[in-house]
């Protein structure tokens, strides 16, 4: 009896015993999680969080932030320093406030205002560096007016980090001992427990099972504890990423409103923060693209798919810029679409270089496609105009021939005038500068520009000078008074009005580059009564291309051609206009000593009686240039074929008085037979007619040939034979 009760006994205290230290292990194991979920805490809640208000606050502050960029405001002079050490005292002063509202201790409160005195006082200092810099202070004069000790602050930052060193590592220090204990905790358990397994098998899997569980979870809770480090991690460089990318990044809810925005966002569109938080990004619209695309993107997004495309926006200050954007839904992990992510790539310097590109290309166009219509166009041209000339001369006193041929004159300078402006334009026709008199040539211009006059616009030439001489390119003048005038004509239309030429002398201070011998400067002003160019146009005006006519009307190149051609006579040009006020293009050109009587005669001068050797392979303007040049008193020997021409030379070399030769001919170019009749006879004077020159074509052996643009008045070419003559 005393043996079962003994045992029962025995039973029955390790029954008790082994409840005891089953209620002691639980107990045990319990406070031991409670600690280790105590600390844990925390550590979470309250280390953490400074620890990255801490990192935020040195960041703003020190090397990269406020005290360095302070420093190299005062140094570099550059006011870009300017709105970034605003942004950045900002962002510190919000992180401040933001630690302080945590319930930090006296002495974190302590050190947060011994550092917010000190920014404070760098950011009441940014405008004194403003001040030093308009006021041409040196670095040193404005670092002294505007020097901080900030070695309190500094000391104050090194007391937060130690603080919350001392924190973390008490944190840390504790959830060791927390997980030691529990490990030792269950180690003595474990010896303890194995002594009953024979006895109560059954307790002894149990425990087991359960020291086993506590294992895995105190593994489970280190293992969580290191990957929430990483991803915390990833997570700050994340966000640095996305606030420092080059692209701006919005982020929207489902309605479009945003809630996020990066910095390039900002700096582009120039809105603040609370401009855009919570507004739909409808005030960038600038109402290039149309509804259809707003349409289309709306329908993409809806369908869950991404939208990409080309925007140009409207900034807060009015301006433009392009973005190739790219939208698309941001889905959670049960697939459904939470908000929308628009990232947009700022490519308005690049548009504008394909732009510019393409201009250049279609001047590269346009100066191709000039060269190879020039040389059969301006041969019927000057057809035209020689025969004109040759009715003129036959219907000499007859007033309706007359004006018929000024008529034909005018019409043959016009389509002149417009292969002219393409091909100098191109730089393909050479500069035939004379001296002459502009008062004379504006004269003989205007003559045949009021030929071409509406009936209801009258023209007037106010001389204030008897003569005014410069050195120019006639044709070229002619040129540019026509573009003028016409442009007026065409602005009046079937409108009453009226355009006045005026031409005098101003002041030598009207050129800033005047040629060697100028002695004062000539003032041509071309007015109208038209209705005036806008104030945004008149800057455009001169552009390459630009025309404010319908499409087909103008080619964009008559002002270009004005505004080049005058500074080729180191002279400018002048726009005043008003809109409901006229137009007036104001061109300077050097004044230069006239010319005798002598010497302006000699330049007149057309008759002789000289042998002219004239080769052209065109019948026409042979047929035409034989005839008045025989009118003018020259003894001309005509040849279409170069190589018969070649022969005729060699058989008689010294009766020829001078060469007059196209440049593009089948069998023998002009410049090959200059060279074989030089050969020959190397003093020969030699002229060299074509639609369009290029330096390498004209290059001949000894002296160069003159160089003569085609159509030109026959008249003219007697001029130049005359003065090769002489």
Known sequence: MAAPLGVAIAMGVALVFILSVFLYMSRETTDRIGEMRKVWQGYSVETTPRGYWISEIRGYFGYGGLIHNFKNYVLRHDAEYSPTLKSQSQNLLTTIETYRNAAPSQTELDALQRIERVALEYIGNIPKIEAGIAAGLRAEEIDALVRVDDSDALAALSTLEALWITERDQSLSDMVQAFSEGEQLVRRFSVLLVG?????????????????????????????????????????????????????IIITDTELKIEYANRKFFDLSGYEADEVYGHTPRMLQSGHSGQGVYADLRQKLQRGKSWYGVFRNLSKDGSHYWVSTAIFPLVDQNGKVTHYIGIGEDITETRRTHEQFAQVQKMEAVGILAGSVAHDFNNVLMSITGNADLIELDAEGIDDIQTSVNHIRIAARRAQALVRKMLTFARQRPRNPRRGDMVKATQEALDLIRVSAPPSVQTRFDIEVETAFSDFDGTLFFQTLLNLCHNAFEAMGDQPGEVALRIGLVDKGALDDLPDGAIGVIRLDV???????????????????????????????????????????????ELHSEPGKGTCFSLFYPLMPALSPEDQAEVEAVAGDEHVLLVDDDENILYVTRRLLTRYGYRVEAYSDPLKAREAFREAPESYDILISDLMMPGLRGTDLIESVRAIRSDLPAILISSYFDDAEVSVAGASPIMVQKPLEIQSLARIIRSQMT
């Open 527 to 573: 007015s109208d009564t038209g209705p005036g160019i806008a104030e945004d146009l008149q800057q455009q005006v001169f552009q390459p291309f630009f025309s404010t006519k319908p499409v087909g009307k103008g080619t964009g190149l008559g002002l270009t051609i004005v505004h080049n051609s005058v500074e080729e006579c180191h002279g400018r040009v």
């Open 196 to 248: 009953l397994i024979a006895v109560v098998g059954v307790i002894a899997i149990l425990t087991t099972l359960l020291i086993s569980n506590i294992l895995r979870t105190n593994r489970r809770l280190k293992a969580e504890l290191e990957l929430r480090e990483q991803v915390e991690l990833a997570e700050r460089k994340l966000a640095r990423a996305v606030e420092q990318s080059p692209a701006s």
